[in-house]
């Protein structure tokens, strides 16, 4: 399977580097991260009353979801040689990424930005994801000076061999954001078996 980011196509290790569940494995985490309700699914396009206005291209240094706690630093993600999206160090379970050849948050376009669920310590930066609601707010602070402020449309989880490609890191006609984490199913052998993927769009702008 293959994912495209952008104009960029890459491999679908995207989920499976972020998804090894070395707490679950070795650790004591009772039912795992919260997953996402069904009742926080998209229902349509186009429900969204409020969209701002995009903004100039500035690279992000930090993600903030207050709701869940999130306060993290960004790092540039790129692609590994095998072409797959590269992954923040799992030992630092307080660190996200974000693609860094594709959009940036807050410009026209969907701009990515991943992160661990666990690592082998127990809970990592997106732990939580999968309890988000639709309407809470995800900002991330940019090179700029500018705070972009998202306000989430849905928060949804696939299976891998399930995963909707174009529907997640398709292109986007106004700013758009994907947070996006590991959830569904776990196992032993094969740890979690899809992603959890939170949609959101640009609402407002700080500076």
């Known amino acids: 399977m293959r994912r495209r980011v952008g104009n960029t196509v890459i491999a679908g290790v995207t989920a499976v580097a972020l998804c ?4 679950l494995l070795w650790g004591d985490a009772g039912a795992g991260p919260p997953q996402p309700a069904a009742a926080e699914a998209r229902a349509g396009q186009g429900q969204e009353a ?5 903004l100039p291209p500035s690279p992000p240094d930090r993600v903030r979801i207050p709701v869940i706690g999130v306060n993290a630093p960004l790092t540039g993600l790129g692609l ?3 072409g797959s ?3 923040p160090p799992a030992e630092d379970d307080n660190l996200a990424g974000w693609y860094e050849a594709g959009t940036t948050p807050g410009e026209t376009g969907t701009a990515i930005v991943a992160g661990h669920v666990d690592n082998a310590e127990g809970p990592a930066v997106f732990y939580r994801l999968g309890a988000l609601k639709r309407g809470a707010a995800v900002e991330v602070d940019r090179r700029d000076g500018s705070v972009a402020v998202f306000s989430v449309d849905a928060v949804e989880v696939y299976d ?3 995963f909707p490609d174009e529907k997640v890191y398709g292109r986007a006609a106004r ?5 996006i ?3 569904g199913g776990w196992s032993r052998g094969r740890g979690y078996e899809g992603n ?12």
């Not at 090894?20 to 707490?23: D, E, I, L, P, Q």
């Not at 700013?175 to 947070?179: D, I, K, Y």
């Open 20 to 23: 090894s569940g070395a707490w």
């Open 50 to 54: 409020v969209v701002a206005p995009a």
């Open 80 to 82: 590994t040689p095998g």
């Open 85 to 87: 999206l590269d992954v």
């Open 160 to 162: 891998a061999a399930d």
């Open 175 to 179: 700013p758009e954001l994907r947070v």
């Open 181 to 183: 984490t590991c959830g």
């Open 196 to 207: 959890v993927v939170v949609f959101a769009h640009l609402t407002g702008v700080r500076r």
